[in-house]
């Protein structure tokens, strides 16, 4: 807006910020180094990507300067991509996704065998063991306490036979936003293949394993209602076999 132009003017000629050139200029350089490493990361066959992916909504009113005479919505796409951890690359590979489709694994899944791979015990235990460090933190009687709590959950921690994630940072990284509807496919299907074009996955050169890629009950919903769409489609490309909604 003018408020802004007179302020960055201003501001640069008396030495109290930058110009607003400036400012376009190192954000635009700032964009260019993401987007080359994401394509560094897709590219890279040892990196496992997660996007999630939802619709953005901006309301524009007519006072706004350039924006006609009219009030409009501008509906967009926006995402993120991540990196996973402990990424084995030989088990989301297209013929690997296949295979396990093949051999029937799913139809072997039963709600009992699924609670068996649950250590209800542990989760009780730790939830328990939470409980109580709350309690004793704010009950400033309780307060000794606490040493023996951290203790237990420690102890309990280390004894679960399930594998711990160890603590990290999650590589994040935004992706570009693109002016697409997700509730109308052909659009969907564009967005989706534009973030994949993001991350170095593209129609005339791409690596066959599964991206997975996700956001609310409706993105999920959309996906697959896309990819049952287009599976009569000639190449893997377009019949978004590369994508693996979660």
Known sequence: SDAEDLLFRHSSRIG???????VINNLRRLGL??????????????????LRIDNVQ?????????FGRENEVM???????????DYIPELVTIDAMEKFVEEGWR??????RLLRMINTRH????????????????????????PEIHRRIRAESLQSTEVITPLHRTEIRPLATCAKDEKQLSQLKDAIQDF???????????QRRKVFIGG???????????KDYMQFHDNEFDRIDLVEPF
């Open 16 to 22: 109290r910020s930058v110009s607003k050139s400036t």
């Open 123 to 146: 989760i009780h235990k730790m939830a328990s063991s939470h409980w109580a460090k709350i309690i004793v933190t704010y009950i400033p009687e309780l307060r000794p306490l606490l």
């Open 75 to 85: 509906m967009g796409i926006a995402g993120l991509a991540m990196q996973s951890v």
């Open 33 to 50: 180094d993401n987007a080359h490493l994401l394509r560094v990361w897709g590219r890279n066959p040892a990196n496992g990507l997660l």
């Open 196 to 206: 994949l074009n993001q991350i170095g996955q593209t129609k005339d050169s791409y």
């Open 58 to 66: 901006t309301f524009y009113e007519s006072r706004i300067p350039g």
């Open 216 to 226: 609310d009950g409706l993105t999920f919903e959309l996906i697959l209602r896309l």
């Open 107 to 112: 139809q072997d899944l039963t709600v009992e």
